[in-house]
């Protein structure tokens, strides 16, 4: 081969070279991003370990395809809810008036119930229902019983106390949704609300896991 | 000869180099397929999206920013918090022969939406969608 021809050659191979470098430089993002999943995953794993979900599941036990699923990550939630001005919700606070809760002082209301001992505070046993409303080992617990419908439902809720403090940490007539939240993501895992009736069964719950079973 | 070498190769390599930035984010894709026939299908580069909100004159925005300017934040909080979560379920609702999906894989915001006459898939970079609520942001006026 002449010597022209050789630093011809010499000149694409140069040329090809910088290209594929410049390309590949480019692309290593690509790479990593592409990579991430993997990595992302397992950040994934050891974020979802340590972080709280609130699900929601929504199921027709009568019809199999009717289904809601929700998974809220909890500190998603506490993040973005702060970044809401609408209506009555303010800065992770939602305001309420005396209207809404009928000239009922909700706040010590809630001291009441806090600063008083386990036990059952309502009680009601009739015909068309059961209601019974106890404070247990740091939970608030509402159980309704529904006996007067063709088949009968139930509504079960579980408040750690921690959440329900939390909740009216703010002004009197303010709830702290995200302080409740944050509250809510120190607990284990829970069973919050439980609703059976003879269409659907609701239940709320936090976990680790970012999916329903 | 040799410069139309030069010249092709240089060109090559310049192709090589855009088309690796252009996709390094990814692409946004929206499917729209009607069972009438018509189909919609825009698959974007979304490194080009929030680059082209930056050239265009502020003057087209105007008056979406004026109804969107109180959610960015939220826009952007959100994404920013999605990133954290690359493969996760977060809604979906199957209600007889409609089904909705909100979930995430591979660092994109993916929206499924199946009903009997259509069905409509869109696929977001989170990356891209965090840039471009920040991109808003620069744009909107003070609230």
């Not at chain 2, 010249?7 to 310049?14: E, K």
């Amino acid at each position: 081969m002449n010597v022209p021809a050789l630093r011809f050659t010499e000149k694409i191979a140069l040329t090809l070279a910088a290209s594929l470098l410049a390309a590949a430089l480019t692309i290593a993002p690509v790479a990593a991003a592409q990579a991430s999943p993997a990595s992302g995953s397992g950040q994934t794993v050891s974020a979802s370990s340590h972080d709280r979900w609130l699900h929601v599941r929504v199921t027709n036990p009568s019809d199999k395809e009717e289904t809601v699923r929700v998974n809220v990550p909890l500190e998603l939630a506490e993040k973005v809810l702060p970044t809401i001005n609408k209506d009555r919700l303010h800065a992770g606070k939602v305001r309420f008036d005396d209207v809404d809760c009928h000239g009922v002082d909700l706040k010590a209301l809630v001291d009441a119930v806090r600063t008083s001992k386990d036990g059952e505070f309502v009680t009601v046993q009739s015909k068309e229902s059961d209601v019974r409303v106890a404070k247990q080992n740091g939970y608030l617990f509402v159980h309704v019983f529904e006996k007067n419908r063709p088949k009968h439902s139930q509504v079960e809720v579980k408040v750690p106390m921690k959440v329900v403090d939390a909740l009216f940490s703010a002004g009197k007539d303010e709830l702290d949704i995200v302080a409740a939240l944050h509250a809510l993501s120190a607990q284990g895992d829970t069973e919050l609300v439980s609703v059976k009736d003879e269409q659907n069964t609701v239940r709320v719950w936090i976990d680790s896991k970012n999916v329903t079973e | 000869m040799m410069i139309l070498a030069k010249l092709a190769l240089g060109f090559c390599g310049t192709v090589a180099v855009t088309g690796a930035y252009a996709f390094h984010e990814g692409v946004m894709r929206v499917d729209e397929d009607h069972y009438n026939g018509r189909h919609v299908h825009v698959w974007v580069p979304a490194a080009i999206v929030p680059m082209a909100l930056h050239v265009v004159p502020s003057r087209h925005f105007e008056h979406a920013l004026e109804h969107a300017s109180p959610w960015l934040p939220t826009l952007r909080e959100l994404t920013k918090e999605l990133k954290k979560y690359p493969e996760a379920d977060f809604v979906e609702v199957q209600d007889g022969r409609q089904h909705v999906h909100i979930h995430t894989h591979q660092g994109k915001l993916l929206i499924d939406v199946t009903e009997p006459d259509e069905t409509v898939h869109v696929a977001c970079p989170l990356v891209m969608m965090e840039e471009i609520a920040r991109e808003l942001e620069a744009k909107a006026p003070a609230v």
